[in-house]
């Protein structure tokens, strides 16, 4: 992947854009919309990590965006799993 200034742009925003989704699909106590969205950042690395190693392509703009969500969903739920133990 070219690590260019656009691409990097493009990756934080359908970061953003994938906690948003991902705070809306996850039901109970959220992080607010600033939280989600920071975790969605965060999850949208992971998310494109997973796929990578699950060999699943996810090319394009919404490829990229599925991989994010799904990412950010597997992030908000093991924050949510380690704040409920606590």
């Known amino acids: 992947m070219n690590y260019s200034t656009e691409n990097l742009l493009l990756f ?5 854009v994938a906690g948003f989704i991902a705070g809306k699909i ?3 106590a959220g992080f607010g919309l600033v939280g989600d969205l ?8 992971i998310g494109v990590w997973v796929f ?3 060999n699943i ?8 965006l599925i991989a994010a969500i799904v990412g ?10 380690v704040k409920k133990s606590r």
Not at 38 to 45: A, D, H, P, R
Not at 72 to 81: D, E, F, H, P, T
């Open 72 to 81: 950010a969903l597997i992030l908000l739920y093991i924050v949510r799993q």
């Open 52 to 54: 990578g190693l699950l």
């Open 38 to 45: 920071i975790v969605g950042v965060i999850g949208s690395f």
């Open 26 to 28: 996850m039901k109970g």
């Open 12 to 16: 934080l925003v359908i970061g953003i």
């Open 57 to 64: 392509s996810s090319g394009g703009i919404l490829g990229l």
